[in-house]
């Protein structure tokens, strides 16, 4: 019984690794029909008035251009880097000590039953494509459209939870596109990623901190958003980090080495 529900489970995880590799420009497709259509509403009600229309580079339509537009531009890139079917160099120091595990060819990596997205693995590439919806969603929904009469304090606000979701969405879009092309240097620059993630969170803190006449509500809201993406990043990095260090499907795929145990 148990054999038979991880059988369909892992033939499920195979199913989606391939939808995504397959349907990769309509997920695409998909993803900026529905980020504009999003972006077009919190247009619509901006926090002040527009003095014209809403398309001026900095009050307008340009910060949400780059909501969408910047991580399809890093999926775009991170496919390009990393061409389908090219067998990638590993890097000449490992980072990750754990273990005890053998060098396996490239060749006969890829013949292995354990070599690929699938299983587990395939959770954690889903997961990570969800990073952006998700933090676009918690952009739109909490930060209204700049307008052209914002206060001061609300224009330093915008810019930097723009930064946040523009920044980090692309890092994580870039991370999903190293998964998908079987990159070597996919492990460590999720890590890298994480950690650039929980850095932003607190530095946004504290520069929300330091700008004047913030209103209580505003501030205490935020600092909420902050607090829950940081428990966000540290669970995902608790749940996934040991995966990353001791999985043989990982170890196989992105390090090429199988336990010598």
Sequence with gaps: MVRMVRDRLYRKSVAVVLSMQVNLERIVAIWIMAAAFACGLRLAFPATPYSGTPWG???????????????????????????AGRIHAQPAFRLAQVGRWRKVDCLKAREMSQFGLYGVMASLLVGIALNVPVRTLEFLGSIPALGSYSPPWFVGLYSVMLADVVILSSLYMFAFAMALRLAPLFPRFLVMVWGIDLLAQISIAHLVAGIDNVPHGVDAALLNMLTGNVKKVLISAAIWLPYLLLSDRVNLTFRHRVSAS
């Excluded at 999926?75 to 990393?82: E, I, M, R, S, T």
């Design 57 to 83: 580079s900095g009050t307008g339509l340009l910060p949400y251009l780059l909501v969408v537009g910047a991580p399809v531009g890093s999926l775009l890139l991170g496919l390009k880097l990393f061409p």
